[in-house]
Antibody
Framework: EVQLVESGGGLVKPGGSLRLSCAAS????????MNWVRQSPGKGLEWVSS????????HYGDSVKGRFTISRDNAKNSLYLQMNSLRAEDTAVYYC??????????????WGQGTLVTVSS | DIQMTQSPSSVSASVGDRVTITCRAS??????LAWYQQKPGKAPKLLIY???RLQSGVPSRFSGSGSGTDFTLTISSLQPEDFATYHC?????????FGQGTKLEIK
C-alpha cells in the first residue's frame, strides 16, 4: 500500500526557517517524481515544487523560488522541503504528492495527510 | 502562468441528480487536465486525468470531457459520499495551477 507521511510543520516567526519531511512507503520511491502542494486555510491548492526521481529535474513555483529548496534521499525513501525566509502568506497545509506516471506528468495520484505550517509573530 | 477558472464556485444538488462542473483555462492545455475531489480535513483525491481518463478505483458515475481551454466534470447520479469540493488542475506547463474549487453541497 502506498503511503506518504509528512512531518515537520509547526509555528514559526516571519523570516524563520522550517524543514518538512515526507516518508514514502509501498512503492519504488526512486522511480517517481515527487511534489509539494500547499493549501492556505480556506483557499485553493497551490503547486509548490517538484523533483524528479534522480533529482536532476527540480522546479519551483514563483512564490517560493529562491526561498524554498526541495530535495530527496532515495536510500531513505524520503522527500524534503527546506523553507527559509518564511512569510505570513506561506501559512498553509503542505502536502507531498506522487506523480501518477512516474516522471513529470504532474497528475498527483497519492497524497500525504498534510502538515500545517503557521507563520506568525 | 495559466489561470484556471471553475464555475460555479458552489452548487447545491440532491442525491440522484446529475451535476456538471466547468473549468476554463487561460491558454490551451490540449488534454493536460486533472480533476480532484477533496473532503474537509482530507487530502485531495485524483478522479480524472488527461481530461477524460478515470483513475483506478473511481466510480464510473464520474466522467470528464473537453480539450483546449474548456473542460467539464460530470457526476451522473450523485451519491451521499460525493458531497465535497472539486478542483481542476492543469498539467500542460509549469507552474501547474489549480482552479479555485467548486463546493458541492446537499440541497
Amino acid at each position: 500500500e502506498v503511503q506518504l507521511v509528512e512531518s515537520g510543520g509547526g509555528l514559526v516567526k516571519p523570516g524563520g526557517s522550517l524543514r518538512l519531511s515526507c516518508a514514502a512507503s509501498g512503492f519504488s520511491f526512486s522511480n517517481y517524481t515527487m511534489n509539494w502542494v500547499r493549501q492556505s486555510p480556506g483557499k485553493g491548492l497551490e503547486w509548490v515544487s517538484s523533483i524528479s526521481g534522480s533529482s536532476i529535474y527540480i522546479h519551483y513555483g514563483d512564490s517560493v523560488k529562491g526561498r524554498f529548496t526541495i530535495s530527496r534521499d532515495n536510500a531513505k525513501n524520503s522527500l524534503y522541503l527546506q523553507m527559509n525566509s518564511l512569510r505570513a502568506e506561506d501559512t498553509a497545509v503542505y502536502y507531498c504528492a506522487r506523480d501518477l506516471l512516474g516522471s513529470g506528468s504532474y497528475y498527483l495520484d497519492y497524497w500525504g495527510q498534510g502538515t500545517l505550517v503557521t507563520v506568525s509573530s | 502562468d495559466i489561470q484556471m477558472t471553475q464555475s460555479p464556485s458552489s452548487v447545491s444538488a440532491s442525491v440522484g441528480d446529475r451535476v456538471t462542473i466547468t473549468c476554463r483555462a487561460s491558454q490551451g492545455l490540449s488534454s493536460w487536465l486533472a480533476w480532484y475531489q477533496q473532503k474537509p480535513g482530507k487530502a485531495p483525491k485524483l478522479l480524472i486525468y488527461a481530461a477524460s481518463r478515470l483513475q483506478s478505483g473511481v466510480p464510473s458515475r464520474f466522467s470528464g470531457s473537453g480539450s483546449g481551454t474548456d473542460f467539464t466534470l460530470t457526476i451522473s447520479s450523485l451519491q451521499p459520499e460525493d458531497f465535497a469540493t472539486y478542483h481542476c488542475q492543469q498539467a500542460n506547463s509549469l507552474p501547474s495551477t489549480f482552479g479555485q474549487g467548486t463546493k458541492l453541497e446537499i440541497k
